[in-house]
């Protein structure tokens, strides 16, 4: 059987690996994309949102799909609120800042599901779904990938944009340094009592870091990351009390919640992968690293991801080889600085609010009251965090 050739083959369907081949879209280069099942959207609310840098959405609306996506079921963050275990706090305004809004908070699946609409309608990609991949190898030609069903595909340039349990980066050998937290992700959703006016908050408890963020109309999502234990006890309760232990846990800002979602909880893990890279091989989103949740950064380094891959690919010249590491280098070197900054910045935050050692509590809290009398600082932090600089 004779292979189906691309210049460019991803596989994984998820954020980063379909913003990828929408970035693509109007290149010369012959796409294909390897997903075992189309996404789909709940019935309600999804459980899984995440917080959108400005930055971000511009990416998303320079490749044809912000402007497709449902205006009524995203919020816009106008301000952040930070709460310390002592009574320290950190708030940072749009307004103050200068921007329009800090961000946006969106449904995982929203945004997929038009990233897939707006793949399906692309000229120079093929979808292959469903379709799950069973072998791999690289020669000095391309990357060959044969299916489940025996089908066999081959790339100058194979992208692994599986998820954190990556099996591309594991058929290649390509190393991992997984590092759990002994936590989870506990997640749901809520009807708010009172507006939430466009504020995120988010505490560093003893049990954990807890954020509110806000969605669409008077409801919000929230994260708790916290301890195994913990969060099983969290699940097991019933609604009511689940309810009433989340709008005690924020101090009752909002009033009274009624729960939208059933709660939801995934293991949290440090991903660090020191190569991205390999002769054929890029790899993007999860796949490529993993963060804690507690800074909203992981899909907007994912989206990141692609849009730095993109335009090392759009840029190279039609003699250029795609899939050579040289070339494919630029694209780790480009993306290491800001993996790095996140994960490490996110593991020292962890670390800090975690660890209870004589006189880190009042250490950490001046550190952010300071912070916080501090605009100059403030509005880098800001800027930073939307744009990516400062």
């Known amino acids: 059987m004779q292979a189906s050739e691309f210049d460019v083959l991803i596989v994984g369907g998820g954020l980063a690996g379909l913003a990828l081949a929408c970035a693509l879209r109007d290149t010369r280069l012959r796409l294909g994309l390897v997903e075992q099942r189309p996404p789909q959207r709940p019935a309600g609310w999804d459980v899984r ?23 009524e079921r995203i919020a816009a ?15 940072f305004s749009a307004y103050e800042t200068g921007l ?11 945004m997929a599901s038009e990233l897939w609409e707006n793949a399906k309608r692309q000229g120079n ?29 081959s790339a100058k340039l194979l992208v692994g944009a599986d998820g954190r349990d990556s099996w591309v980066r594991e058929a290649l050998a390509l190393p991992a340094i997984d590092t759990p937290y002994g936590e989870m992700g506990l997640v749901a959703n809520f009807e708010c009592e009172r507006p939430h006016a466009g504020i995120a908050r988010q505490w560093f408890r003893a049990d954990g870091v807890l954020a509110w963020l806000p969605l669409a109309g008077n409801r919000i999502s ?19 009390d689940f309810c009433a232990r989340i709008a005690a846990a924020g101090g009752h800002q909002l009033g009274a919640l009624r729960s939208l979602t059933p709660p939801a909880a995934f293991p949290l893990r440090l991903v660090q992968v020191p190569r991205i890279v390999a002769p054929r091989l890029a790899l993007v989103g999860d796949a ?31 003699w250029q080889d795609i ?33 209870d050692f004589p006189g880190l509590k009042s250490l950490r809290n001046l550190g952010m009251n300071l912070t916080n009398a501090l605009p100059v600082l403030k509005n880098s932090l800001v800027r930073y965090a939307t744009t990516g600089a400062f």
């Open 288 to 318: 490529a690293h993993g963060i804690h949740p507690l800074s909203g950064h992981g899909i907007n380094l994912g989206y990141q991801d692609a849009k730095a891959l993109a335009r090392l690919l759009v840029g190279s010249p039609d």
């Open 125 to 153: 990609l093929t979808l292959c779904c469903p379709a799950a991949a069973q072998s791999l190898t690289v020669n000095s030609a391309a990357a060959v990938l044969t299916l489940a069903s025996g089908e066999t595909l």
């Open 100 to 110: 329009p809004e800090l961000g946006w908070i969106l449904e995982s699946s929203l």
């Open 77 to 91: 963050i106008q301000s952040m609120e930070i709460f310390g275990d002592s009574g320290a706090a950190l708030h």
């Open 49 to 71: 949102v995440y917080a959108l840098s400005p930055a971000n959405a511009a990416f998303l609306q320079e490749i044809g799909v912000w402007k497709h996506m449902a205006a």
């Open 323 to 355: 899939g050579n590491e040289r070339l494919l280098l630029r694209y780790q070197r480009e993306r290491r600085e800001e993996t790095l900054l996140m994960q490490s910045t996110t593991h020292a935050l962890h670390a800090l609010f975690r660890d």
């Open 222 to 240: 929230i994260v708790w990351s916290t301890a195994d234990e913990h969060a099983r006890t969290l699940l097991a309760m019933a609604a009511d």
